[in-house]
């Protein structure tokens, strides 16, 4: 079947095996923050085993208040070294400074850059002369323009390996914590040349409802989703209201082999 969305000008972005940006849908799921070693291990094979093709995790986190869990830093590397090696996936995880970079470059397969820094434009320019993928988070106040032009910093530098993610902006709207942004994830398949990855979990901030706005952002033509996974959401060390527990990541790859299919899309492979 001919697709309705992809575009034959989408750059195509390769995370291990999984060619985001083509017909393969990439699944990116794990925790918001690496928390120990048995905590990652259990999260990793378990995403794994249902349909993930690369596996996030933060090690810094920018978090609103100084109090609250800052990730466990650089002490994360020798977990998520240890976890990547064991489970065999492709690990992606947020940069939020550039003197990070070096130490990250060999453990990370795609560098996050986080909503909070999308105006970073040291740090865009400094990753545009990696040759690593980066997933390109929107900044939450940021016009689709601005956004675009925060990823051709990265190109400019040399690196065109860019995935665009929609997370969700700020509107007058309060009973969610981001209002999902569909349009966005139309205009960048119609007007752009990035593949892009939706993020319903910070989209909606409410774990209830990030399986509704995942599939409605396939609909929209997205050509991967980021999703937050905890074994027990509810003692999370971040984000464990919008964090789906393994039977909610069950229904929601059960429903991904459903509809993607309709769009002549399917799961990736690892
Ligand atoms: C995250 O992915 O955990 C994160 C911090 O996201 P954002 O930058 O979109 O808030
Ligand atoms: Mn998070």
Same mark, same amino acid.
């Given at each position: 079947m001919n697709t309705i969305h992809n575009s034959p000008l989408t750059n195509r972005v390769k995370i291990g095996a999984c060619e985001v940006g083509g017909n393969d849908f990439c699944l990116i799921a794990g925790p918001c /923050?690496? +928390? /120990?070693l048995e905590h990652f291990q259990n999260v990793a094979h378990r995403v794994k085993s249902l349909g993930a093709v690369a596996l996030r995790g933060g090690m810094f986190k920018l978090r609103t208040?100084? +109090? /609250?869990?800052?990730?466990?830093?650089? +002490?994360a590397y020798s977990i998520a070294r240890q976890v990547k090696q064991e489970v065999q996936l492709p690990f992606i995880s947020e940069v939020t400074?550039?003197?990070?970079i070096g130490d990250m470059l060999d453990l990370v397969d795609a560098f996050q850059v986080g909503s909070r820094n999308m105006y970073n434009y040291s740090l865009l320019k400094e990753l545009g002369s990696t040759d690593k993928p980066i997933l390109l988070k929107r900044?939450? /106040?940021?016009?689709i323009k601005e956004w675009l032009l925060a990823a051709d910093y990265i190109v400019k530098g040399g690196n065109d390996q860019v995935i665009l993610c929609e997370r969700g902006i700020r509107s007058f709207? @309060?009973? @969610?914590?981001? @209002?999902?942004?569909?349009n966005a994830v139309s205009y960048i398949k119609r007007y752009s040349s990035f593949p892009i990855v939706a993020d319903p979990s910070h989209g909606t901030g409410d774990s209830r409802l990030v399986v509704d706005v995942a599939l409605a952002a396939v609909a929209a033509g997205c050509d991967g989703l980021l999703i937050e996974v905890h074994p027990n959401p509810s003692q999370a060390l971040s984000d464990g209201f919008q964090a789906l527990d393994y039977a909610a990541l069950e229904d929601l790859t059960t429903q991904l082999n459903l509809l993607l299919p309709v769009f002549g899309k399917r799961l990736g492979d690892r």
């Open positions: /923050s690496l +928390e /120990s208040s100084p +109090e /609250s869990f800052q990730g466990l830093g650089k +002490e400074d550039p003197r990070h900044g939450f /106040s940021a016009l709207e @309060t009973a @969610t914590r981001n @209002t999902f942004d569909i």
